[in-house]
């Protein structure tokens, strides 16, 4: 059996061929993901049994048994069809796979924070933030000079945020703003970084679920590719500013192989709250 | 007017803070994470706030304020979190450190300095 990074998100195939399983390799990369094939019962257990962060499993044939078995995980299964054996239709099942995972609501939240930090931390520089939808930082072509990563935690989900900035842009719209001295600029960043996830989750806090941010590290993009990249979490969901200064991207996973986050009744929350005195 | 120990990570909230809160004839002290924060509350007898973060390397800011209730049970100095964490779990911690208020960011800069002139002046 292939060895099995316990820091990745895995799709899993079952039964599929190598026809499929060699497209389906192709396709999950791009996405952040990495695909592990099986071919019996037994395999699949023992690869369930040490994957941490699970996307789904695509299979065919009678899986009736195991799935009764697995009950905790029946909302990963996915049973396909001898019609979606093409590369298009797995690259369509598997974003249905990803969007069913993605939360579309984080957007709005995510959207909303940026342009009230973005306020509150560049004085004059007013942005507004939308959703660019479910893809990863590695399917873009963005250009930046700088990237933030941050991991948070929604308990019990795992998360992390990615943030790039086009500083050359930045610099032309908003002169005078950041710092020259790169230390600075990405102090700066950090700190953005760390405030925009703050406000994220204070909406999560707002709705009784437990949040903790990592310690944000700031990168040149030389030194981000250069980065070990550590854990991939999957479903990114990516927002950016409209002069395309800022793409900012979040994801989190269920450390348990349980279902995706449910955000269907977080609201915004904003940051204008009063002190609190004890 | 007070001297202020201000305690973060970020050298822009620090910069940020220190322009406001001299502004208004503050004296600021500042440290880059916890370990520092502690030398310098023992270094300045006089301080009458101390503002803290909580995320810090080294040590956190709640570790931070959990050795100064330890350590220096003596000096009564109001202290204040300034964090972007918002856990409840968290803000228990600080209230049983004897934190006295816990301000989130982004902050609003006149709500800071009106909570700083109600335990300064």
């Known amino acids: 059996m292939a060895f099995i990074f316990s820091t990745s998100t895995y799709l899993v195939g079952y039964n599929l061929g190598d026809e499929i399983n060699s497209h389906l390799q192709s396709i999950v990369k791009p996405k952040g993901l990495r695909y592990h094939a099986v071919d019996t019962e037994e395999d699949l257990a023992k690869a369930l049994g040490k994957i941490c962060y699970l996307a789904g499993i695509l299979h065919t044939g009678d899986l009736d048994e195991f799935k009764a078995q697995s009950s905790q995980l029946d909302h990963a299964f996915y049973s396909l069809t001898p019609s979606q054996n093409t590369k298009a239709s797995l690259e369509g099942l598997t974003l249905e796979i990803l969007t069913k995972l993605s939360s579309p609501d984080l957007t709005e939240i995510m959207s909303l924070s940026a342009s009230e930090i973005a306020l509150s931390f560049f004085p004059g520089a007013e942005m507004t933030f939308k959703d660019i939808g479910q893809r990863t930082p590695q399917e873009d072509d963005f250009d930046a000079q700088f990237a933030v990563r941050c991991e948070t935690e929604s308990s019990p989900y795992k998360g992390r945020c990615e943030l790039f900035v086009n500083t050359d842009k930045f610099n032309a719209a908003h002169p005078d703003t950041l710092s020259s001295d790169i230390e600075k600029v990405k102090d700066a960043l950090r700190e953005y970084t760390n405030q925009f996830i703050g406000l994220v989750n204070r909406s999560f806090e707002a709705s009784d679920i437990s949040t903790k941010i990592g310690i944000p590290s700031a990168y040149t993009m030389e030194d981000f590719a250069a980065f070990p990249k550590g854990t991939l979490y999957i479903p990114y969901l990516g927002i950016s500013d409209s002069q395309g200064i800022f793409q900012i991207y979040m994801g989190y996973v269920h450390p348990e192989k349980g279902p995706a986050i449910d955000l269907t009744n977080i609201e915004y929350h904003s940051g204008d709250d009063e002190i609190d005195f004890f | ?121």
């Open chain 2, 1 to 121: 007017m007070a001297k202020i120990l201000v305690v973060d990570d970020s050298e822009t909230l620090r910069t940020q803070l220190k322009k406001i809160l001299e502004a208004k004839g503050h004296e600021i002290v500042e440290a880059e994470n916890g370990v520092v924060g502690l030398e310098q509350f023992s270094k300045h007898s006089d301080l009458g706030l101390v503002l803290c973060d909580v995320n810090m390397p080294e040590m956190d800011g709640l570790t931070m304020c959990e050795r100064l209730a330890s350590d220096h049970s003596d000096r009564k100095v109001p202290t204040f979190m300034l964090t972007t964490e918002s856990s409840k779990e968290m803000k228990t911690r600080g209230k049983a450190a004897g934190v006295m208020a816990w301000v989130t960011k982004p902050f609003v800069e006149e709500k800071l300095l009106k909570a700083v002139d109600k335990v300064t002046s």
